[in-house]
Every structure is written in C-alpha cells, then in structure tokens.
C-alpha cells in the first residue's frame, strides 16, 4: 500500500468510526429486533460465552439459533471492543463500503472502464434497494455478498463463491439466498464446471454451519417452522408502480415520512432512466433482472401466484419476494456499467443519474442521531409487550425516538427490560408461546392478567423466576391446556398444567434457596424431601438441559409454555443451559472461522505476487533504458 492509499485508509476508517459514533441506524427491524439482540450478546461475549439464549424476548427465547441474530458473523469480533452501538453502526458503513468495492471489481471483470466501474459502483450503493436494506442488520449485508457472488462466476472461483454465500448463510436471509443462487445460476451457467459449483456449494455448507447446527436445534419449535398461507408467502410483492418506480422517482414517497406505506419492504427502488438504455443489449444480466423481476411481482403476477398456491406445504417456508429487488439491482447495475463503458455521453449520464440518486437516497437513509437512543440500564423487571406508540402518525425519526423514550417494544431489552406474553417481532418464538399470544390478544382483560401472573409479568400476584408446583392437571392437548389455565378454578401458585407423563404427580415439601443467572446458566439450589417439580419462568424448548451434578433431569413443558424441572429428593445445585449441541456448534464455528482465513490467504498471496510482478517488470524495464 502507498503512502496515498494508507492516509486514504486512515481517513476512511476515522470517519466511520466518528460516524459511527454519532449516528444510528434505527428503522424498522434494527429498533425493534437486531439492535436489542446486539446489545445483549456483545454482553455476553464479552463475557466469554456464546449468547445461546435471550432472557429478554417474549419470555425468554433462542439466540444463537435465531438467524436474525447473526451470532457467528464475522464482524461480531466488533463487540469485543467497541461500545455496542459502534460496533452495529459500523456493520451497515463495512457492508456498504464492500458492495461498492465489490461491485467495482465485478464490473471492471466484466470489461467495464475504470471511471464506469467506479460510477457502477456508486449507483449501486445509492440505488433504492440498498439504501433501503439498511434498515435491516441482516440485509444489508446481501450489498457486498451478491456482487461478491456476481465476481467469483466472473473469475470461476470456486473458493469466493463458496465465501460469499457461506457469509450468506451467516448472515442473511432465505430469500435473498435463493435470489442470489438464482443470479448467479444464470450467470454461471455454461461457465463454470459442475464440480466447481458442487465445491462452492460444500464450502459455503462448512462455513454456515455452526448456524446451521444451532438453528436445526430449534427449527422444528418455532413458528418460521409452521407453513405459511400464500397470501402471507406473498405479503410484500413488487406492483407495477414500484417497477416503474426503478426508473422515474418513488412515486409514493419514503417509508420514513409520516403516513408512508409501512406494508412495502423497501423504502425506495429507484435507480434512474439510466436502466432503459442499459437493458438494450445482449447479456445474461438482462435474464437475471428479468428472472428477478418475473419471481418479485409476486402476488402480482398470475403464474407466480397460482405457482404458490400449489406449492408442497414443506417449502412454504420463505416470504416476502419484494426481497428479489437486490439481486435484480445488481443484474441492471452490471448493465448500467457496461453501457458507460460504450455510450459517448457517459459524463452526462453520470450527471443526470447520480445528482437525483444521492438525493432519493439522503431521503430515504434510516439514519438519526445516537443521543436518544441512549437508555440507562436498570433492574430486570419483566414487562409485557405494550404497543405504546402508534406508528405511521408521524416522521420515522419522530416516532422512534418517542418509543426509545417509552421503552416501547423489544427495544426496552437495552435497558434490560423483559418481556413476556406477546408476539416476538421476528417470529422466532415456539409454537407453544405463539399460542399463549394468540389467545392473550383474544381473551378478555380479567383472562389476560392470568397469563401475566403466569409468566411472571409486572402485575400483582406473579409467579417467580422460579418455584415449586404442589400439584399438576395433566392434559392432552393443547386445547384442554388451554381451557385450564383458564379456568376460574385454576390456582397458578399451587397447580400447573402439565403432560399425561406427570398426571396425578404431588411435590414432595421442598424449597429454593437460591435463583441466579450466571450469564448463560441458570443456577437454583433446592432442599428436595422427595420428588418435586420445579417450574422455572423460561420458555420450554426441548433443548434446555438440566443437570444436578453429572445427573441430567427430566424436562416438561408447564402451563403450556413455561420450562418445568423433575427434580428427585436431595439437595441439588441445579444449573439449567440452553443447547444440546454446544460442543457441536462450537466446532463448526471454529472451523468456519478458519475456513474463511484460509480462503482469504491465496488471494492475499495472489494479490502480493501481482504486486511483487509489477514491481520487477518496472525494474527490468529501468534497467533496460540504462
């Protein structure tokens, strides 16, 4: 690196940093969901622990296992030492500096001049879809990786293209997975060997893995796992405004305004007329835009809507199809280099292209200050979710510092509120407490305070972090579970409901001495006269181990969705963890992280070989004019 490129480096990093810093990215999801989750597992790593488990989301739910988490992405190594809202500002600033970088290299691949590349790039990171995936943490990365995809089929690198999508599995989302494998099919086909493509694929396999293994753990208990009705699949589609909206304006404004349209995804699509020209030519970008554009539409277009409606209920899993909108931005993005590098008038284009794209995208930036986001931290109190704010009454940047101000939301976990008895923002609640949502949201107020008291909300009479049951109902299904914490007769001090395994069952006297959260592990000490049950006010998973000692104990769910303990006679030092597969995943992070540093080395030598090549040509060449 020369002296000019390290102080440019030097430069770039300090204002991020200070922006960093200074702003926050707060829209939608990065509110209600990403910021709270990153808070509290840089917490926790901290710590030196992997954050397996949310104690503060709907009654305490997976973390690791949660995609939208992004546990084992790699820039988590951020939260280390940096101030956690550094650290979440600068994902969004690293993810967009690489989209450009990334784009650049990928149209200069594709034959692009150095100044249309560079413009390519430009309008890339401006353009609609990206500005607007930067009120999402697990989108925007999808702003580097799909180009980065785009680059390896240009180079036939097995390698990078197994990087880009493994980072992919780590940090991103189904849907734009499966845009980006869509591109990039197209792209490759007919260009790269099938075995490089099935080596792509294992690496990116190995890479995403420790996810892969934490969320196959839960998969099957929470509701992402539940097949959703085509309508929901097709929720936020592509209409024919939004298309043309690519090239003229966005016509219905920005979704940070007061009154914007909160059920479309993105704020904003727009690139510029630039994409009319640019799509007259013969290239497999224009296949990939119109196979991106063909599957966006969605409930929109018939076939795509008929095609769903038949669709095998085992992969109605993915939703949302306005997501293709990234992919199909890169595709015209690629095409918008090329024609710079043919028309006469690329200054001009530049001009008319750039000036009303850097405007559309300071309007529709999810950016405010950091001050107001700032929440002192305070004792854990169990709250239940309060919509306190009504959206969409006034600006965005408005409403969040007033729901910052509230505690509203999951937003409140920052200060280390809990929450319980509610719809977790990003569905990765079980199943069980999907249902005590739902009929929380249905009952009466006098039926809701029952299931406030139960799960050990801030309301007169709530149960414990922890306590012993004296008796238990035991039931069949989830409907007669229901009906009994219902019921008037139903005493949640005393009695819990409970499976058929453990009808009739009567505690033994007893008592808990000690509840502690130590991190990650729950600590109870019990005096045990004989068998008892133990409920603990944690979501049930069958991935909670209980252990007294090198004993494991039995686990059952207790009033439908609470973690409930088989403890026999003695006195125990119990410790509860989250994760039957810990050693597991740990070992696949382990080997991801060293899959990625090993996949990086050839390109650094490769790249230090070039540099070394042209430093000896330019000698001979000196050495020839002497």
């Known amino acids: 690196m020369n002296r000019r490129n390290a102080v440019i480096t030097v430069i770039a990093v300090a204002a991020a940093l200070l922006v960093s810093h200074l702003s926050f990215f707060f829209f939608r999801d990065n509110f209600s969901t990403h910021y709270p ?4 597992s840089a917490s926790l790593f901290r710590g030196g622990e992997i954050p397996w488990w949310n104690f503060h989301d709907m009654g305490g739910q997976p973390l690791a296992g949660n995609p939208n988490a992004l546990t084992f992405y790699p820039d988590n190594v951020l939260y280390l030492f940096l101030p956690a809202h550094v650290a979440f500002n600068l994902h969004f600033l690293i993810h967009l500096a690489g989209g450009l970088l990334a784009m650049r290299a990928l149209c200069r691949a ?19 879809a990206v500005i607007s995936s930067t009120a999402f943490y697990n989108l925007v990365t999808a702003a580097a990786l799909i ?55 294992l690496l990116a396999a190995c890479i995403g893995a420790p996810q892969i293994v934490a969320y196959s753990e839960i998969a099957g208990e929470v509701e992402r796992s539940v097949p959703i009705s085509p309508r929901a699949m097709l929720a936020t589609s592509l209409t024919g405004m939004r298309v043309v909206e690519l090239v003229l304006w966005p016509v219905h404004g920005f979704l940070n305004d007061p009154g914007g349209l909160r059920q479309r995804l993105f704020s904003t699509l727009f690139l510029g007329i630039i994409v009319v020209p640019a799509l007259i030519t013969r290239s497999r970008y224009v296949a990939v835009a119109a196979a991106c554009l063909f599957l966006a539409l969605g409930a929109n277009n ?66 405010d200050w950091f001050a107001p986001y700032r929440v002192a931290p305070r004792a854990a109190v169990r709250v239940h979710w309060r919509a306190a704010i009504p959206p969409g009454v006034v600006d965005a940047r408005t409403e969040y510092r007033q729901r910052a101000a509230a505690l509203d939301w999951m937003f409140g976990a920052v200060a280390n509120l809990r929450y319980g008895v509610g719809r977790s923002p990003d569905l990765m609640h079980s199943l069980l407490s999907r249902a005590v949502a739902q009929r929380f949201q249905a009952i009466p107020p006098r039926l809701k305070e029952r299931y406030l008291r139960v799960n050990g909300c801030d309301v007169p009479g709530a149960l414990p972090m922890t306590m012993i049951v004296a008796e238990t109902i035991a039931v069949r299904s989830l409907g007669e579970a229901v009906r009994q914490v219902e019921s008037p007769r139903f005493d ?80 125990h030092r119990l410790a509860l ?50």
């Open 302 to 367: 018939p076939l795509v809507a008929a095609a769903v409606e038949v669709l095998p209920l085992s992969l109605r899993a993915f939703r949302f199809p306005e997501k293709l909108a990234l992919p199909l931005t890169a595709a015209l993005v690629v095409l918008i280099a090329a024609y710079l590098t043919r028309t006469r008038y690329r200054r001009l284009w530049m001009a008319v292209t750039l000036l009303p794209l850097t405007w559309a995208a300071f309007r529709a930036l999810p950016v």
């Open 37 to 40: 989750m990153k808070v509290i």
């Open 110 to 128: 594709r034959g692009a001049g150095a100044e249309g590349a560079w413009t390519a790039a430009a309008i890339w990171t401006l353009s609609g």
């Open 147 to 201: 180009p980065l995809a785009l680059l390896a089929v240009e180079k036939r690198s097995a390698r990078l293209l197994g990087c880009a999508f493994g980072l992919l599995l780590l940090g991103s989302e189904p849907v734009t997975i499966l845009g980006t494998a869509l591109a990039v099919g197209i792209t490759a086909s007919g260009r790269m060997r099938w075995r490089s493509l099935a080596a792509a694929a």
């Open 577 to 626: 963890t989250f994760g039957r597969r810990r050693a597991a995943v740990v070992v696949a992070w382990i080997g991801s992280m060293l899959l990625l540093l090993a996949s990086a080395f050839p390109g650094l030598v490769e790249k230090l070989d070039g540099r070394a090549g042209k430093i000896k040509r330019a000698a001979d060449e000196e050495g020839a004019d002497l």
């Open 492 to 571: 949640e001090q005393r009695i819990a409901v409970a499976p058929p395994s453990l009808a009739g069952f009567t505690s033994a006297a007893g008592r808990v001495t000690r509840y502690e959260e130590d991190g990650q592990t729950i600590r109870v000490d019990v005096v045990a006269e004989g068998p008892l049950l133990l409920m603990v006010n944690q979501t049930f998973f069958e991935a909670w181990v209980a252990r007294s000692g090198r004993q494991e104990l039995e686990t059952f769910p207790l009033n439908i969705d609470r973690l409930g303990v088989l403890v026999p006679a003695g006195e």
